[in-house]
């Protein structure tokens, strides 16, 4: 039990010690990263993952086809 503190605690001393290095050295803040997928809940497994990624683009597809064919009109 105390092991598993301590390199929680030098896990956390750690980064803390990287991002203020980054933040002086290269002036980039951590704390201003916003993700790019909000709200996107547990981990999907990879399948998953390029599943919804695969229907999105079929998606796109369809309507880069129906405005195609408006266009052709």
Do not use: C
Request: hydrophobic content about 35%; aromatic content about 4%; cysteine-free.
């Amino acid at each position: 039990m105390l092991k598993a503190r301590q390199q929680k605690q030098g896990t956390k001393i750690l980064k803390s010690a990287f991002n203020t290095s980054v933040l002086a050295h290269i002036g980039i803040d951590h704390r201003d990263n916003k993700p790019h997928e909000l709200s996107r809940g547990e981990r999907l497994e990879k399948w998953q993952y390029e599943q919804r990624n695969a229907a999105a683009g079929l998606e796109i597809q369809k309507r880069i086809a129906k405005l195609q064919n408006q266009v052709d009109k």
